[in-house]
């Protein structure tokens, strides 16, 4: 089971297609290295941009993956 979560683009790794990302439950900290979605294009993900990311395990927040953009 997942939960669905809202985050911001901090940055994005086109070589390993990863994001760093600021939550919108944390608005003071970033998560590294999140994967993102190879079905979304690197283009897409430019800095302050919002993103949906599916959250597989809450204590972990690097088990999620950003899975659409908005």
């Given amino acids: 089971m997942f939960v669905m979560d809202s985050a911001t683009v ?3 790794d ?3 297609h990863t ?3 600021r ?3 944390s608005l003071t900290s970033v998560v590294v290295g999140v994967p993102v979605s190879r079905a ?3 283009a897409e993900m430019v800095t302050g941009r919002r993103v949906a990311v599916a959250v597989f395990d809450a ?3 690097l088990d999620a993956m ?3 953009v908005h």
């Fill in 10 to 12: 901090v940055d994005f």
């Fill in 14 to 16: 086109a070589g390993g």
């Fill in 19 to 21: 994001a760093t990302l």
């Fill in 23 to 25: 939550f919108a439950s």
């Fill in 40 to 42: 979304i294009d690197g």
């Fill in 59 to 61: 204590a972990h927040p």
């Fill in 66 to 68: 950003v899975v659409g």
